[in-house]
C-alpha cells in the first residue's frame, strides 16, 4: 500500500518568514496527492491538490506545492507566513483505482507562527 | 448547505459502554469515510463506504462496526469502548477525484 512521510512533526516559525514542509510518498505509478489544513479546534479543510499537468501548484491562502516525481515529493510552501497560518498540515496521497483505503494520510505537521 | 454534520461532539464512555457517532452529509455524495486522529499518528482509516448499501474495513477496523444506513447517513459504532479507543473521530464524505469533505469531529474519552 502506499505510504506518506513527513519529516517535519513541529516547526516554529516567525511572521514573515518561508515555509516549506516535507512530504514523500511511496509509489512509484500514477498519484494524486493534496495538502489538507487543520486549524486549532477545527477539521481539515482541502488547502490545495495536484492530479495531473503543471507540476507546480497554487492553493487558498498564497499556498502552493511542488509536485517533483523524480523525488517522489509533494513539498508544501508558502513565501511568508502569518501567524493565522498556525494550524496543523497533512499531506495526503491516492492511488487511482486502488480500492481500499483510497487515500492515506500522512502524520501532520504542526506549524506554529510566532506574531 | 451544511456539508458534513457529525454528533455528538464531546463523548465520555465507561470502559465497556457502547455509543454510535452519527455522521449525515447533504451533498449527494456516494464515499464516506470514518477516521479516527490520534497524537504523532496522523488520520488512520477505520471503515468507508463507497456507495450506499456497501462498508469495507479500513486500516484500524477493530472494536467498531458501521451502517450506511442510506446516501445520505454513516454511522460508528463501538460495541464495547475501551481507553484505547480514545480518540477524535472524523467522518468524512468524497467528493469527484477523491477530495474529501470532513465533519468538525467528536472527541471520544474512554475511561
Known amino acids: 500500500a502506499q505510504s506518506v512521510s513527513q519529516h517535519n512533526h513541529h516547526v516554529i516559525l516567525s511572521e514573515a518568514a518561508s515555509l516549506e514542509l516535507g512530504c514523500n510518498y511511496s509509489y512509484g505509478g500514477t498519484v494524486n496527492l493534496f495538502w489538507y489544513v487543520q486549524y486549532p479546534g477545527q477539521h481539515l479543510q482541502l488547502l490545495l491538490k495536484?492530479?495531473?499537468?503543471?507540476?507546480l501548484v497554487k492553493g487558498i491562502k498564497g499556498f502552493e506545492a511542488e509536485f517533483i516525481k523524480s523525488k517522489f515529493s509533494f513539498n508544501l510552501r508558502k513565501p511568508s507566513v502569518q501567524w493565522s497560518d498556525t494550524a496543523e498540515y497533512f499531506c495526503?496521497?491516492?492511488?487511482?483505482?486502488?480500492?481500499?483505503?483510497?487515500?492515506?494520510f500522512g502524520t501532520g505537521t504542526k506549524l506554529q507562527v510566532i506574531p | 448547505n451544511a456539508g458534513v454534520t457529525q454528533t455528538p461532539k464531546f463523548q465520555v464512555l465507561k470502559t465497556g459502554q457502547s455509543m454510535t457517532l452519527q455522521c449525515a452529509q447533504d451533498?449527494?455524495?456516494?464515499?464516506m469515510y470514518w477516521y479516527r486522529q490520534d497524537p504523532g499518528m496522523g488520520l488512520r482509516l477505520i471503515y468507508y463506504s463507497a456507495s450506499e448499501g456497501t462498508t469495507d474495513k479500513g486500516e484500524v477496523p477493530n472494536g467498531y462496526n458501521v451502517s450506511r444506513l442510506n446516501k445520505r447517513e454513516f454511522s460508528l459504532r463501538l460495541e464495547s469502548a475501551a481507553p484505547s479507543q480514545t480518540s477524535v473521530y472524523f467522518c468524512a464524505s468524497e467528493a469527484r477525484l477523491y477530495e474529501q469533505y470532513f465533519g468538525p469531529g467528536t472527541r471520544l474519552t474512554v475511561t
Open positions: 495526503a496521497v491516492n492511488v487511482p483505482n486502488r480500492g481500499y483505503q483510497k487515500v492515506t
Open positions: 451533498m449527494n455524495h456516494n464515499s
Open positions: 495536484y492530479f495531473s499537468g503543471d507540476p
